[in-house]
């Protein structure tokens, strides 16, 4: 019988495909898809993998879609969670607090993009990336990446998941680390209120049991799972790393990448700056006088939380967010930093790379301040000890604002990134991407361009760059080549003479430059400062 003809099984997740509509049935819902015939890849866009989280699902963890008849088309991109902003205000509106597409609700969905086969079903046994999209966790979706530009640089070699995830207070109201949305399974709990009212550790396993279930049937292989993702998407990444202490059963990955990873200050849950962040959202809601806080939030229309979400975060102080994750003490167990001094991670194998100034875009660059006087309002817990000590360290580096971008970038980007590469001492690679101007988030156009070419349009470049992630998820290591002809000489894990693999370009003729360098002594340096005032940073 003509594949083509075959009907749905209704076996959970059996791909019964056509050359151009293939479906797969999850057994709550038919999802039918569709073939880019020009390069056999399959997209299944918009797939729901959890309940509208509204109404009395509102901040609690996910639960499972209902049942659906008939076959659900998935072949535009969903609607996106309400979006945020990074704080404006020219002052940390939480520095008193620190010793005391379609924006909706319903936008739990994911795509799968998977090489097809002659006859549009998926390749087997393939290793599988989960993207994390980012923006600062109040703002992002899934529809700027296609998984295609993965797939092509993967020599049609793996299976691509992206996916969403509720954002700002949607998301940070969530009742326990370890019950959210996303694949990456941090907490994300605003005060001791929200903790008490709702069913602990209840979504994280289903969701990820839901999504590795998928991709065995698009073609995946579940034990070849590598998580990946670009700044709050790489902080989300950071977190799934330390969950648990290292010791997350089942193994939910066997690799993670981050794309500048995002670690700002993260609280415990009853500490009193996101408490008093859950009391500005109870107030600006009036539910700060109802009997049941919980109940009453949930009842507050969808668009009015939309307005309370940008009036908090636009708020805060500039270029920073206010609603990321926090610690629990179960999921999360303690401070990031101290879990990778320690060596509690899962995983195999990391790939990390940062950008060259990775602070500037989240720095004021029309006001005059000196770089110790941006660290007492970037971290309010720090006194006048720490603020001599960053001037001390970074009075040689240039103008004060060049100062202060550093500092905003080194201790929020750069140096939680050299912590988690030392916690995964010779599993670890790490990488500079300094295409100037070298500012965050430039390196995302190298691994989506899409359909518009990147600043850098050099093939060589681009392939060099782009496929020493490609090859890392499929081999866990960049040195073992999608195609052995790229530019990209042998790579040193990171414990080896502290080895970074440096893309850049020439400034005169515009050649590419691909080749490995040592970190600098004292970046180092001022990493160990950062980390050594974890305690007031809290990170």
């Given at each position: 019988?003509?594949?083509?003809?075959?009907?749905?099984?209704?076996?959970?997740?059996?791909?019964?495909?056509?050359?151009?509509?293939?479906?797969?049935?999850?057994?709550?819902?038919?999802?039918?898809?569709?073939?880019?015939?020009?390069?056999?890849?399959?997209?299944?866009?918009?797939?729901?993998?959890?309940?509208?989280?509204?109404?009395?699902?509102?901040?609690?963890?996910?639960?499972?879609?209902?049942?659906?008849?008939?076959?659900?088309?998935?072949?535009?991109?969903?609607?996106?969670?309400?979006?945020?902003?990074?704080?404006?205000?020219?002052?940390?509106?939480?520095?008193?607090?620190?010793?005391?597409v379609?924006?909706?609700?319903?936008?739990?969905?994911?795509?799968?993009?998977?090489?097809?086969?002659?006859?549009?079903?998926?390749?087997?046994?393939?290793p599988?990336?989960?993207?994390?999209?980012?923006?600062?966790?109040?703002?992002?979706?899934?529809?700027?990446?296609?998984?295609?530009?993965i797939?092509?640089?993967?020599?049609?070699?793996?299976?691509?998941?992206?996916?969403?995830?509720?954002?700002?207070?949607?998301?940070?109201?969530?009742?326990?680390?370890?019950?959210?949305?996303?694949?990456?399974?941090y907490?994300?709990?605003?005060?001791?209120?929200?903790?008490?009212?709702?069913?602990?550790?209840?979504?994280?396993?289903?969701?990820?049991?839901?999504?590795?279930?998928?991709?065995?049937?698009?073609?995946?292989?579940?034990?070849?799972?590598?998580?990946?993702?670009?700044?709050?998407?790489?902080?989300?990444?950071?977190?799934?790393?330390?969950?648990?202490?290292?010791?997350?059963?089942?193994?939910?990955?066997?690799?993670?990448i981050?794309?500048?990873?995002?670690?700002?200050?993260?609280?415990?849950?009853?500490?009193?700056?996101?408490?008093?962040?859950?009391?500005?959202?109870?107030?600006?809601?009036?539910c700060?006088?109802?009997?049941?806080?919980?109940?009453?939030?949930?009842?507050?229309?969808?668009?009015?939380?939309?307005?309370?979400?940008?009036?908090?975060?636009?708020?805060?102080?500039?270029g920073?967010?206010?609603?990321?994750?926090?610690?629990?003490?179960?999921?999360?167990?303690?401070?990031?930093?101290?879990?990778?001094?320690?060596?509690?991670?899962?995983?195999?194998?990391?790939?990390?790379?940062?950008?060259?100034?990775?602070?500037?875009?989240?720095?004021?660059?029309?006001?005059?301040?000196?770089?110790?006087?941006?660290?007492?309002?970037?971290?309010?817990?720090?006194?006048?000890?720490?603020?001599?000590?960053?001037?001390?360290?970074?009075?040689?580096l240039?103008?004060?604002?060049?100062?202060?971008?550093?500092?905003?970038?080194?201790?929020?980007?750069?140096?939680?990134?050299?912590?988690?590469?030392?916690?995964f001492?010779?599993?670890?690679?790490?990488?500079?991407?300094?295409?100037?101007?070298?500012?965050?988030g430039m390196?995302?156009?190298?691994?989506f361009?899409?359909?518009?070419?990147?600043?850098?349009?050099?093939?060589?470049?681009?392939?060099?760059?782009?496929?020493?992630?490609t090859?890392?998820?499929?081999?866990?290591?960049?040195?073992?080549?999608?195609?052995?002809?790229?530019?990209?000489?042998?790579?040193?894990?990171?414990?080896?003479?502290?080895?970074?693999?440096?893309?850049?370009?020439?400034?005169?003729?515009?050649?590419?430059?691909?080749?490995?360098?040592?970190t600098?002594?004292?970046?180092?340096?001022?990493?160990?400062?950062w980390?050594?005032?974890?305690?007031?940073?809290?990170?």
């Amino acid at each position: 019988m003509p594949l083509d003809r075959i009907q749905p099984v209704g076996v959970l997740g059996r791909l019964v495909s056509t050359q151009v509509s293939p479906i797969v049935d999850l057994g709550y819902a038919q999802y039918q898809g569709t073939v880019n015939t020009a390069n056999n890849v399959t997209h299944f866009l918009g797939i729901r993998y959890a309940a509208p989280p509204s109404g009395d699902l509102r901040f609690r963890a996910p639960q499972p879609p209902a049942n659906m008849s008939g076959v659900q088309q998935a072949t535009i991109q969903p609607n996106e969670c309400f979006q945020g902003s990074t704080g404006r205000s020219p002052t940390n509106p939480l520095k008193g607090r620190a010793t005391q597409v379609i924006e909706t609700e319903d936008c739990l969905f994911l795509n799968v993009y998977y090489p097809s086969n002659e006859v549009g079903g998926p390749l087997n046994n393939l290793p599988t990336l989960v993207w994390i999209h980012g923006g600062g966790y109040v703002s992002g979706a899934m529809s700027a990446y296609n998984g295609e530009d993965i797939i092509r640089q993967s020599d049609s070699g793996v299976v691509v998941v992206t996916i969403q995830y509720r954002l700002g207070l949607f998301g940070k109201l969530l009742l326990h680390p370890g019950s959210g949305d996303t694949l990456t399974g941090y907490i994300r709990v605003a005060g001791s209120a929200v903790k008490k009212n709702g069913a602990l550790n209840a979504g994280l396993r289903k969701v990820l049991r839901f999504a590795l279930r998928w991709i065995s049937k698009f073609g995946g292989d579940p034990s070849k799972v590598t998580i990946w993702g670009i700044s709050a998407g790489a902080g989300s990444v950071l977190q799934q790393v330390i969950a648990h202490d290292g010791r997350t059963e089942p193994q939910l990955f066997r690799a993670a990448i981050t794309s500048s990873s995002f670690l700002p200050s993260q609280y415990r849950f009853d500490d009193p700056i996101p408490e008093f962040l859950f009391s500005e959202v109870l107030a600006q809601t009036n539910c700060a006088t109802a009997t049941n806080s919980m109940s009453c939030l949930r009842a507050v229309d969808a668009t009015t939380l939309e307005a309370v979400n940008t009036n908090i975060t636009t708020s805060a102080f500039f270029g920073t967010f206010v609603f990321v994750p926090v610690v629990d003490g179960t999921f999360i167990t303690q401070r990031p930093t101290l879990s990778l001094l320690e060596g509690k991670v899962n995983g195999e194998a990391v790939l990390s790379v940062t950008n060259t100034f990775e602070g500037t875009g989240f720095v004021d660059q029309s006001v005059s301040v000196t770089a110790s006087n941006y660290s007492l309002e970037l971290f309010p817990r720090f006194g006048g000890l720490q603020a001599l000590s960053v001037r001390a360290l970074y009075s040689g580096l240039g103008t004060d604002l060049f100062q202060v971008n550093a500092v905003q970038g080194e201790s929020i980007f750069i140096c939680p990134t050299y912590y988690l590469l030392n916690a995964f001492h010779g599993r670890a690679f790490k990488g500079e991407f300094a295409i100037p101007p070298g500012f965050h988030g430039m390196d995302q156009a190298y691994y989506f361009p899409g359909d518009s070419p990147p600043p850098f349009n050099n093939a060589a470049f681009i392939d060099a760059f782009a496929q020493s992630f490609t090859s890392f998820i499929i081999n866990l290591d960049p040195n073992i080549k999608v195609d052995p002809t790229t530019i990209t000489p042998h790579w040193n894990t990171f414990d080896i003479a502290h080895t970074e693999m440096l893309f850049n370009q020439t400034a005169v003729d515009g050649l590419p430059v691909v080749h490995a360098i040592e970190t600098s002594d004292a970046l180092l340096e001022r990493c160990l400062f950062w980390d050594s005032v974890g305690s007031l940073t809290v990170q």
